[in-house]
C-alpha cells in the first residue's frame, strides 16, 4: 500500500504563521522587495566573447602568458574601401581618419598604409604613385594592408590591455561614421568589436523580450481565469522574484551576460506556471469553505508539498550546472536558483498571507475547464486503458530514432553565429575576407630552447618556410612573421630595390637588419613577433575561422605538418582566443553529462523517499529523460550544434518536466488509495492535474517561444528547443507515465499479505465451508427449543442424536478453522524440505467438498517419488488455494454467460530437468488478451467492484518468487487457462 504523502509539519507551520499575522507578513515581504529594487539601477551588462573562456584550462593560462610575451591580441580592424586607394581624395581621406584614430585614448598605434608611407618616405618627396610602386612587391601589404584590386584597406588599431572596449569602439564609430571623399564604405571588425557587440544586443534583448514574455503571460492568464484575481495574484509573485534576482545581481556586482539575460524570461514562465497550480486549487478551495482564511488554508495545504517539491527538483536541474566550468553558466545556475526559492517563498508566505485579505468570490474564475481540454484528456485516457500495447510501442521507436540522432550532435561555438545573419556585425565579419584577411587571428609559437636561434639563417629560413606553408590550411588567409618585416626593412635599406625583398644569408647581416627593424618599425612591433633572446618567434595567421570545429581542425593541421616536419627542432604550441573558446566549448559535453547525472539521481532519490519506491523513482527518471532524448535527438537529424546556451537546455528542462510529474503521482497516490483501483485512479487523474499539466506546459512554451525574437542566434534556438522539449514532456507525462504506472507494484508481498484483514471479505467456500456446520448446529438447536417452547419433554435419545451432532459439527468448524489459521501462519525464516503433492491435498481437504457441490470435478496427476523442493507447506497451499479459486470462479463466469462447458480442473505435479513443475488447469472463460500482461499486478482485477481485490495472483507470484520459483500461465479465451509453477529440485538449492 503506498504511503500517505508527506504534507511537511514545517510548511504547516509557515502556512499557520502567514495566516495568522497577515499584515506583518506583507510588510516584510515588501520591505524586502524595496530592499532589492534599491540596488537594481546598478545592474550592469557584460556580455563578451571573453566569457565563454574557462579559466583553468592549460590553453587558457597558455594564452595568456602568450600575451604577455608578445603583446595583447587587443586590435580593431578598420576596413575602407574607396574606388582606388591611391586616388588623391581616397587617400587623403585615409590620413584624416588615421590621425583621429590614433588620438584616441586607449589606442596603443596605428597600422596604415598613411603612416607606413610616412615611415618609409624619408625624403617626404613620394606622390601616392611612387607609394603604390615601392610597395608593390612587399607580400606583407597583400590581404593585409590593401586589396589586390587596390579597392580595400584596412587600419590596424593596437590597443592597450586594459581599454575599455565600450568606449574605444563607441569613439571609433564617432571618427568612421562621417562622410569622407573618395570613401564609399567603411567599419570596424575585430575580436573586440564583436565582443562589445554581444553586449550591446544583450542590452536590447534584455529590454524587449522580458517585458513581451511578461505581456503574453497576462494574457494566457486572463484567458484562463478570466478575472482579475487570476492575473494580478501571479503577476505580483513573478514581479516580486524578478526584483529580488535583478537586485541580488546587483548588489553582488553580477553584470547580465548573454547567459544571465534567460533568467528573467525563465523566471516569469515558470514562476507563473506554479502560480497556476496554486490559482486553480484556490477555486476549488473556495467552494469548500465559507471563509477566506479557511479558503487559503485549505488551498495551501494541498499545493504547498507538491509546489515545494516541484521547486525542489528545479533547483537541483539549475545547481547541476554549477559543475559547468564556464563562469556565465554557473551565474545563470545561481541566480536561477535564487529567483526559483525566493518564488516559493513568495508562493507559500506572502500569496496566502494576501489571499486571506480578500473576500471570496466562488463564481468569478473559469479554472481550466474548457471542452477541447476534456476531449483531448479523454482521448489520452483512452489511450493509456485500451490503446497502450500500440501506444508504448510507437513511443519506443519514437526514442530509438531520438538516440540515433544523439550520436550526430556535434558540440560547437561560434561567436560570429551568435549573431543573426542580418546584424551588421556578421556582416562585416563575413564582408571582410572576401579580399582582406579575415579578422580572426591565430598564433603559432615557435620555441627553440635556445638564445640567438633565429639569428642562424638556416634556422630563419625555417621559419620562413612554415610560415608559407600555413598559408594552404583551409580559412587561413594571410600570414605574418618576423621574416615579413625583416624582408621589408632589407628592402627598404637598399633603396627599395625588388632584388633584396628577400632574407639576408650571413647572421652579421641578420643583426644588422634587426637593430634597423627596431628603430624604423618601434620594439612593440618587434616585440609581437620575436622574444628579445630571438630563441622564440610568433607566426600570425589571419583567418576567417569562427567555429571550434574549423579552429580544431586547423590546430590538428599546423600539429601534423610541424611534428612531421620540425619535431626534433622546436616546440610548438597553436594558440589564440579563438583556440581557448573552442577548448572551452569542447569541455560542455562532460559538464553535460555531469549535470545530467547527477539531477537524476537527486530525483531518484527525492522519489524514493517520497513513494518509498525505486520503482517509482525509476520510472520518473524514464519519464523525464524522455523529453531530453527527443530534444538532443532533434538537434542531432536537423544538425543543431551543442553551444554554451544549447547546452542550458537538459538541467532546465528536466528540472521543469519533473514538476508535472510531481504533480501526477502526488495526485495518483491519493486517488489509488480510495479504493485500489488502477484504471480509476488513472482516470481521475488525469482529469484533475491534466488540465493545469496542459496550461502550464504552453505557458512555459509561449514564455520561452519569446526568445525567438532575440538578437542571438543560439538564444533563439534555445527557445525553439524549450519549446519542443516541454511539448515531449507533456507527452510523457500524459501518456507515457500512466501507462507504465499501470504496470509499476508501489507494494511487496508481504505488504499486501498484511492488508488482506483490514480489506475485508472472506472467500464464498470460506463461507461455504464454516455455513454448513453451523447451520446443522442451529437445527439441532432449534428442534430443542420448539419443543421446550411447547412444553413437550425432549426424547432421550433425540437429545442424544442433536447433542451428537452439535459436537460433530464443532469439530469439524474447529478443524476447517485449524487448517486456514495453518494456511496464513507466518513461516520460519527457515526453509524445509517438502513434496508439492502435500500443499496439493491439504487444499484440497479445505475446497474440495464446495467444489463437488459446485459441480466442478478435480482430476489429480500427481506424480509418486516426486523430488523435494525447498519453501513452506503452509505458504504454498496459499498459491494452490488461490488458483483453484480463480479456477473456480473462471469455471462459474463461462456458464453464467450460457456456454456449454465441462466443469473440470486438472492439478498435476511431475519433475523434469532438475525442476519439478505444479501445474493448475481450469476449462473456464480464459483470460481476454488486452488484460494478460496485468492479471498479476497488484490490486488489478476484470470483476465487478466489491467481488475481488485482486491480490491473489500477485501474491502467489511473489510467494513462488521467494523459493526461486516461477509463475507463468497460458490462456486461451473461451477455451480455459493452465497456471504452471516451476521449483528447482532441493538437492540443487545451495
Request: hydrophobic share 45%; aromatic share 10%.
Amino acid at each position: 500500500m503506498p504511503s500517505q504523502i508527506p504534507q511537511g509539519r514545517f510548511l504547516r507551520i509557515l502556512l499557520t504563521s502567514a495566516l495568522k499575522w497577515p499584515w506583518a507578513t506583507i510588510l516584510f515581504f515588501c520591505a524586502i522587495t524595496l530592499f532589492f529594487a534599491w540596488h537594481i539601477p546598478q545592474l550592469g551588462f557584460r556580455t563578451s566573447i571573453y566569457d565563454l573562456a574557462v579559466e583553468d584550462l592549460p590553453g587558457t593560462k597558455y594564452y595568456e602568458k602568450f600575451k604577455k610575451d608578445f603583446g595583447s591580441e587587443e586590435v580593431l580592424l578598420v576596413v575602407v574601401r574607396g574606388d582606388n586607394i591611391f586616388s588623391q581624395k581616397t587617400f587623403r581621406s585615409l590620413e584624416i581618419i588615421s590621425g583621429d584614430l590614433s588620438s584616441l585614448p586607449g589606442v596603443r598605434r596605428i597600422i596604415s598604409l598613411p603612416g607606413i608611407r610616412k615611415d618609409m618616405d624619408l625624403t617626404e618627396q613620394w606622390t601616392n604613385a611612387d607609394f603604390e610602386r615601392i610597395i608593390e612587391p612587399v607580400a606583407l601589404f597583400d590581404r593585409n594592408f590593401l586589396s589586390p584590386d587596390k579597392t580595400a584597406t584596412v587600419i590596424s588599431l593596437l590597443l592597450h590591455a586594459d581599454t575599455d572596449r565600450k568606449g574605444i569602439i563607441e569613439a571609433v564609430d564617432g571618427v568612421i561614421n562621417k562622410d569622407y571623399e573618395g570613401v564609399r564604405s567603411i567599419y570596424q571588425i575585430g575580436m573586440p568589436s564583436v565582443a562589445q557587440a554581444l553586449a550591446t544586443y544583450t542590452e536590447k534583448d534584455f529590454a524587449l523580450l522580458p517585458p513581451i514574455t511578461f505581456g503574453i503571460i497576462l494574457l494566457v492568464l486572463f484567458a484562463l481565469f478570466g478575472n482579475l484575481r487570476g492575473v494580478v495574484l501571479p503577476s505580483i509573485a513573478v514581479v516580486m522574484s524578478l526584483v529580488w534576482t535583478m537586485g541580488l545581481m546587483a548588489y553582488t556586482h553580477t553584470a547580465l551576460s548573454l547567459m544571465t539575460m534567460i533568467v528573467p524570461v525563465f523566471l516569469i514562465a515558470v514562476g507563473t506556471a506554479y502560480c497556476m497550480h496554486i490559482i486553480s486549487e484556490y477555486k476549488n478551495s473556495s467552494q469548500e469553505r465559507a471563509l477566506p482564511r479557511e479558503a487559503v488554508y485549505l488551498c495551501f495545504s494541498r499545493v504547498g508539498f507538491p509546489s515545494s517539491l516541484a521547486v525542489t527538483t528545479t533547483v537541483v536541474g539549475l545547481a547541476s550546472l554549477l559543475v559547468n566550468r564556464i563562469e556565465g553558466i554557473r551565474e545563470f545556475a545561481v541566480f536561477s536558483c535564487f529567483g526559483m526559492v525566493s518564488l516559493l517563498a513568495i508562493i507559500l508566505l506572502f500569496l496566502p498571507a494576501v489571499m486571506s485579505m480578500l473576500p471570496l468570490s466562488k463564481s468569478d474564475s473559469r479554472g481550466f475547464v474548457t471542452p477541447w481540454v476534456g476531449k483531448i484528456l479523454e482521448g489520452v485516457i483512452a489511450l493509456n486503458l485500451v490503446h497502450r500495447k500500440k501506444v508504448l510501442p510507437v513511443l519506443g521507436v519514437i526514442t530509438l530514432v531520438a538516440v540515433a540522432g544523439i550520436f550526430f550532435v556535434r558540440v560547437e561555438t561560434n561567436p560570429v553565429d551568435y549573431f543573426k545573419k542580418s546584424t551588421e556585425i556578421s556582416k562585416n565579419f563575413y564582408d571582410i575576407y572576401k579580399d582582406m584577411a579575415g579578422s580572426f587571428p591565430v598564433n603559432v609559437v615557435l620555441d627553440s630552447k635556445k638564445d640567438s636561434y633565429f639569428e642562424d639563417p638556416s634556422n630563419l629560413a625555417k621559419l620562413a618556410a612554415i610560415q608559407e606553408h600555413m598559408t594552404l590550411f583551409d580559412g587561413v588567409d594571410k600570414t605574418v612573421a618576423f621574416t615579413d618585416f625583416l624582408k621589408m626593412v632589407n628592402y627598404a635599406t637598399n633603396d627599395f630595390d625588388p632584388v633584396y625583398y628577400t632574407l639576408p644569408l650571413h647572421s652579421y647581416e641578420i643583426r644588422m637588419l634587426t637593430n634597423t627593424y627596431k628603430s624604423m618599425l618601434g620594439q612593440d612591433m618587434y616585440s609581437r613577433f620575436m622574444d628579445p633572446g630571438m630563441s622564440k618567434a610568433n607566426i600570425m595567421l589571419r583567418t576567417h575561422v569562427s567555429s571550434s570545429r574549423d579552429f580544431f581542425t586547423l590546430r590538428d593541421n599546423i600539429s601534423q605538418y610541424l611534428e612531421a616536419n620540425f619535431m626534433g627542432d622546436l616546440n610548438y604550441q597553436v594558440t589564440g582566443l579563438g583556440m581557448v573558446i573552442s577548448e572551452s566549448s569542447h569541455i560542455l559535453t562532460s559538464s553535460q553529462v555531469k549535470s545530467l547525472s547527477i539531477t537524476m539521481l537527486v530525483i531518484f532519490g527525492i522519489m524514493l523517499l517520497l513513494f518509498l519506491s525505486g520503482k517509482v523513482g525509476l520510472v520518473a527518471i524514464a519519464t523525464n529523460i524522455f523529453p531530453i532524448i527527443l530534444c538532443f535527438g532533434f538537434m542531432g537529424w536537423f544538425g543543431i550544434k551543442l553551444s554554451v546556451v544549447t547546452s542550458l537546455i537538459a538541467s532546465i528542462a528536466i528540472g521543469l518536466a519533473v514538476d508535472d510529474t510531481i504533480h501526477y503521482l502526488v495526485r495518483y497516490n491519493r486517488e489509488f488509495r480510495r479504493d485500489l483501483d488502477k484504471d480509476r485512479a488513472l482516470r481521475d487523474t488525469l482529469r484533475s492535474v491534466g488540465p493545469p499539466i496542459i496550461f502550464t506546459t504552453i505557458t512555459i512554451s509561449l514564455g520561452f517561444s519569446v526568445l525567438l525574437f532575440s538578437h542571438f542566434q543560439p538564444t533563439s534556438v534555445f527557445g525553439m528547443l524549450m519549446v519542443i522539449t516541454m511539448i515531449a514532456a507533456l507527452v510523457g507525462d500524459l501518456i507515457f507515465l500512466p501507462a507504465v504506472m499501470l504496470h509499476v507494484e508501489l507494494v511487496t508481498a508481504w505488504d499486501l499479505m498484511s492488508l488482506i484483514p483490514s480489506l475485508g471479505g472472506i472467500s464464498p467456500g470460506v463461507a461455504h465451508e464454516l455455513r454448513q456446520p453451523l447451520n446443522a448446529m442451529k437445527l439441532g438447536s432449534e428442534y430443542v427449543r420448539t419443543l421446550l417452547e411447547k412444553g413437550e419433554a425432549v426424547p432421550r435419545e433425540d437429545l442424544a442424536e442433536v447433542m451428537s451432532q452439535i459436537d460433530t459439527q464443532i469439530g469439524r468448524a474447529s478443524n476447517y478453522v485449524d487448517r486456514l489459521a495453518a494456511l496464513g501462519r507466518k513461516p520460519t525464516g527457515v526453509f524445509e524440505q517438502l513434496s508439492l503433492n502435500g500443499p496439493v491435498h491439504d487444499t484440497l481437504a479445505l475446497v474440495g467438498k464446495q467444489l463437488s457441490l459446485e459441480d466442478i470435478e478435480i482430476r489429480l496427476d500427481l506424480a509418486s517419488n516426486l523430488p523435494a523442493i525447498m519453501g513452506h507447506r503452509n505458504r504454498l497451499g496459499q498459491v494452490i488455494y488461490n488458483l483453484l479459486t480463480n479456477g473456480v470462479e473462471a469455471i462459474n463466469k463461462k456458464s453464467r454467460i450460457g456456454a456449454d462447458q465441462e466443469r473440470c480442473i486438472k492439478i498435476a505435479t511431475y519433475a523434469t530437468e532438475g525442476r519439478v513443475i505444479l501445474t493448475v488447469s481450469d476449462t473456464g472463460a480464459g483470460i481476454r488478451d488486452h488484460v494478460k500482461d496485468r492479471i498479476m499486478e497488484p490490486f488489478f482485477t476484470t470483476k465487478q467492484k466489491g467481488q475481488g481485490l485482486g491480490l491473489g495472483l500477485s501474491i502467489s507470484r511473489e510467494i513462488v518468487r521467494d523459493y526461486r520459483g516461477k509463475l507463468d500461465f497460458e490462456s486461451t479465451p473461451g477455451k480455459g487457462s493452465t497456471f504452471r509453477i516451476s521449483f528447482p529440485r532441493a538437492d540443487q538449492c545451495s
